[in-house]
């Protein structure tokens, strides 16, 4: 048995007739009932366009499962009462007016540090927590992790057109995210208290309203002893969450085992994982990916081989390996979900909503 985990996802609600964003997340919420996961819960995000869906606590890839499968289904059914469709998508296909803010002194402070920065950051992250035994440990993770970053991105990149263009990346979402203050991976920490002082020093400068918001690709859990990994856009399909969470879990696990060894995460080049970062979203899993620990170009599919040879023993230890395994290969052969959208784009950019909303539900099995 592995360690606990648990997915946040965030989706876009979208007019079932034109395909566009709609601002109906309260009408969503109040007609969605209860999450079937006990600790799960729904909540409105920045915008009123977009809702997020949180598991509970999980032990196990059935449960997981079952917990992101559930959540889906009652949502797709809530936005349809209501005329909408909901897709699971890094940034909108479609353009639309300008979403009006969700409620709540923090959204409206969030806007006012940020203003026209954010003013229409719709975007939509597949965020995987992994239990820690403390926050001082959680560190020492996020110091393992850093080099398979950018690895997790590629996989997980689901973003490549934004309100009716081709960005030309792979996830457009990063991209976006690259603008904020503190973006991108994680600086290696020396400790806590170096962790804390620095995301003190973002919000005594007032690019951050508070410690919560930071915009890193990974992070310390906020309310619980958790590792946060926010590489992945928005998850397609059901399964796309689910290799997510399977190979975040497994690069804590290894981490942890890695600490107990004695042995510290990797000092890295900064330009480099700069690099790696954009790249990845730039290409995800097509062309050449950068290893941040070698410094130069690999093939991204070969990046995602070395991914799975490093957590082999945690996954082999959870008993997910022969899951990971076949999900990975599956994306491979179907592409990214940035490769499944531009294929149906083929059929014009209506299509690319039309898919998103099919695979969105669980009804659309590998």
Request: glycine content about 10%; charged content about 20%.
């Amino acid at each position: 048995m592995g360690a606990t985990f648990g997915v946040e996802e965030e989706f876009l609600l979208v007019d079932g007739v034109t395909g566009e964003p709609a601002p109906e997340v309260e009408k969503v919420l109040a007609d969605a009932g209860p999450h079937p996961g006990t600790g799960g819960a729904y909540s409105a995000e920045l915008f009123q366009t977009q809702v997020e869906a949180a598991t509970g606590v999980c032990a196990d890839l059935p449960a997981l499962r079952a917990q992101l499968s559930g959540a889906r289904t009652r949502l797709a059914e809530a936005a349809h009462a209501h005329g909408l469709r909901l897709v699971s998508t890094g940034t909108p296909v479609l353009p639309g007016s300008a979403p009006p803010v969700s409620a709540g002194d923090r959204y409206a402070g969030i806007v006012e540090a940020h203003r026209a920065t954010i003013s229409d950051y719709q975007c939509c992250g597949c965020h995987v927590h992994v239990g820690v035994p403390d926050r001082e440990t959680g560190v020492a993770v996020l110091n393992h992790v850093r080099p398979w970053l950018p690895t997790l991105v590629a996989l997980g990149a689901n973003s490549p057109y934004d309100k009716g263009r081709d960005s030309g990346f792979a996830s457009w979402r990063i991209a976006e995210q690259l603008r904020f203050p503190g973006a991108g991976l994680p600086p290696r920490f020396a400790d806590l208290g170096h962790y804390d002082e620095t995301v003190a020093q973002f919000v005594e400068c007032g690019v951050l309203v508070d410690p919560a918001m930071t915009f890193w690709v990974a992070r310390l859990g906020v309310r619980t002893p958790t590792v946060e990994i926010r590489a992945a856009d928005a998850a397609g399909h059901v399964d796309d969450a689910l290799l997510q969470a399977l190979l975040t879990r497994a690069l804590v696990t290894t981490a942890l085992t890695d600490l107990a060894a004695g042995r510290e995460g990797p000092a890295l080049p900064e330009p480099v994982c700069t690099a790696a970062l954009f790249n990845a979203a730039r290409n995800g899993l097509a062309g050449a990916g950068i290893c941040p620990s070698e410094g130069r170009e690999v093939p991204a599919t070969e990046l995602a081989d070395r991914l799975l040879t490093h957590v082999r023993d945690a996954l082999e230890e959870s008993g997910d390996l022969g899951e990971a395994r076949r999900l990975l290969e599956w994306i491979r052969r179907e592409g990214t979900g940035a490769d499944r959208q531009r294929r149906a784009a083929e059929r014009g950019p209506k299509a690319i909503v039309e898919m998103l909303a099919r695979q969105t539900t669980p009804s659309a099995d590998i």
